[in-house]
């Protein structure tokens, strides 16, 4: 029973990447001092950036490990963050469209750096990007908890939303509605990838999620019953939309635009064993007293 045991849970340990981020933390540093914030609003922008300046120092070595090592954010790592949110609990510059796509500029960071490295094994990158969407929803998860629980308690209203001329973005992180298409799990079988986009078929949807596995044309025109040179027009044409060079980052960007969601797989359900059953049975077959 032991070992038995211990070879199942061997099976479902996380991959370790090998890719050295922890020793990169100086690196991301540097990166994310001024990124891009051109995900979010022109006025929300300044306050995005004094944000990453204070969170970033405390969150990116534990974010950086466990991108690497598929393990949790530590504790320690989530007290810390959550005592920063709270001390924005009064700020005013605070826009909800702002906080919902917060994680946008240090994933695209992430996404180029995960470009220009180019793993010889594409897994890597599908398990990177995987992660580290996993690692940012729950860092900003985190925070808007913590935020909001400080707001509440101090009488402050969370802000609304965007005016109606100007929409709220739709976080990168989000899927809503049956997922478009899925395929085998990853990372021990804890992470399976959901491509959902509005502007994909489904078909196309399926195609992106099995080429960011690295699939060849051949394999994904077999899975998908399209020919081979119809595959490759529909990934050309995504690759053509999004002005993307090559399929690593074609892969890279469909995550940090969220059409690639990195979500939990689900669980097949325990058996129970002979006796349990059993007993379970005659449990259920015996009158309740009143």
Request: proline share 8%; aromatic share 4%; hydrophobic share 45%.
């Amino acid at each position: 029973m032991t070992t038995r045991t211990s070879a199942s849970a061997l099976a479902a340990a996380p991959e370790h990447l090998g890719l050295g981020l922890p020793d990169r933390v100086d690196d991301f540093a540097r990166l994310l001092q001024n990124p891009s914030f051109s995900d979010v609003r022109d006025d929300g922008q300044a306050w995005l950036q004094r944000c990453y300046a204070e969170i970033v120092p405390l969150v990116l070595p534990a974010a950086l490990h466990s991108v690497e090592s598929g393990e949790p954010l530590p504790a320690e790592c989530l007290r810390a963050l959550r005592a920063v949110a709270a001390g924005s609990a009064s700020d005013t510059d605070v826009q909800l469209s702002v906080i919902l796509r917060g994680a946008l500029p240090a994933l695209r960071v992430f996404a180029a750096f995960m470009h220009e490295t180019a793993p010889a094994d594409p897994r890597q990158t599908v398990l990177a990007m995987a992660r580290a969407t996993r690692v940012a929803h729950e860092l900003g998860s985190c925070w808007v908890e913590a935020w909001s629980d400080a707001r509440a308690t101090k009488g402050h209203l969370v802000p609304e939303p965007a005016p109606a001329s100007t929409p709220t973005p739709v976080p990168a992180a989000s899927v809503t509605g049956p997922p478009r298409a899925s395929v085998t799990a990853l990372d021990g079988g804890s992470i399976e990838l959901v491509a959902a986009d509005p502007d994909l078929s489904d078909a196309e949807a399926r195609m992106l999620t099995l080429a960011a596995y690295g699939h060849s044309n051949d394999h994904i025109a077999r899975a998908t019953s399209y020919s081979r040179q119809a595959v490759g027009w529909h990934l050309s044409r995504i690759m053509r939309a999004w002005k993307t060079p090559n399929r690593t980052a074609l892969v890279a960007l469909a995550f940090v635009k969220g059409v690639l969601v990195a979500r939990s797989a689900p669980r097949a359900p325990r058996a129970l064993p002979a006796s349990d059953q059993a007993g379970t049975r005659k449990s259920l077959s015996q009158p309740t007293s009143s």
